[in-house]
């Protein structure tokens, strides 16, 4: 583990390592982090926001259902083209920005510390995508609903997320499905299966591979083409983590079945 993740965790006072971890225990972390906690409040303000406003059962009816129609695109749209973008990381002042969103998570995809996305970036992004739309629709009334529904998707996307990296085995097939094919993003290729929960969009921009053997592995799923090469270019986020980028996470191994089934 980096030292800036380290130090992170230290500053935060818990650590949770997804890779060593039971369903059990995943519950326990999930339902105390405080990011969790923050936007289980912000739900329900948007709830009550929604209750005192009365915007009229269709209109929020219709705002909920947008967002949820909206929300896997989105995601889609901002997980290929920023997150895994090289653009942010060429600046100085955009840098760390990158760093935390997701260059982290792909140098070390058990760590739960930055799996989780920083309210930070993440509240601001939903509020932008959201309540425009439930504006549109029925005014601060649908606004609130489409935030809130934004906010409780999100929840269900982060919940899911840590599954997918949990030392776990699913017993429901879906969910099994699901955790194999973000496991290929981690491990194999970096460049498909964006999705978290809904792999439809992925399917309709022929980004969706179910088996490993359809295409080579990448040499940069771990670093996100931020190698040494291009850290010497653009120093700043190998400064920020205070070592190189890794080819290979902590404890991976270099036998392509190990990348296939790791979680």
């Known amino acids: 583990m980096s030292a800036t993740l380290r130090n992170s965790t230290i500053r935060s006072g818990r650590s949770f390592d997804l890779g060593k971890m039971n369903l059990r225990q995943l519950w326990v972390a999930y339902l105390t982090y405080p990011t969790i906690l923050l936007y289980f409040a912000l739900i329900v303000i948007s709830v009550a926001l929604v209750v005192h406003l009365a915007p009229g059962w269709v209109p929020l009816a219709a705002s909920v259902v947008a967002v949820m129609l909206v929300y896997p695109l989105v995601w889609y749209l901002l997980h290929r083209y920023v997150l895994h973008g090289q653009w942010l990381y060429k600046s100085r002042w955009t840098a760390a920005l990158w760093k ?72 429901a097939a879906w969910i099994q499905k699901m955790k194999a094919w973000h496991v290929l993003h981690h491990f194999h ?29 990448s040499p940069t799923v771990f670093n996100l083409g931020y190698d040494i090469e291009e850290a010497q270019r653009y120093p700043w986020v190998m400064e920020l983590t205070g070592s190189a980028p890794r080819d290979r996470p902590d404890g991976a191994r270099p036998s392509s079945r190990t990348d296939r089934t790791a979680a």
């Open 100 to 171: 935390r969103i997701h260059f982290d998570h792909h140098q070390d995809p058990h760590l739960l510390d930055v799996l989780f996305g920083a309210p930070a970036t993440t509240l601001p992004t939903i509020a932008a995508v959201t309540i425009p739309v439930g504006w549109l629709i029925g005014g601060w009334g649908c606004s609130a609903a489409a935030f809130g529904t934004g906010v409780t998707i999100t929840c269900i996307y982060e919940f899911f997320h840590c599954i997918q990296h949990l030392n776990y085995k699913p017993k």
């Open 189 to 217: 290729d970096e460049d498909i299966n964006f999705g978290i929960t809904s792999y439809v969009v992925d399917r309709a921009f022929g980004t969706l591979y179910t088996d490993a053997k359809s295409r080579p592995r």
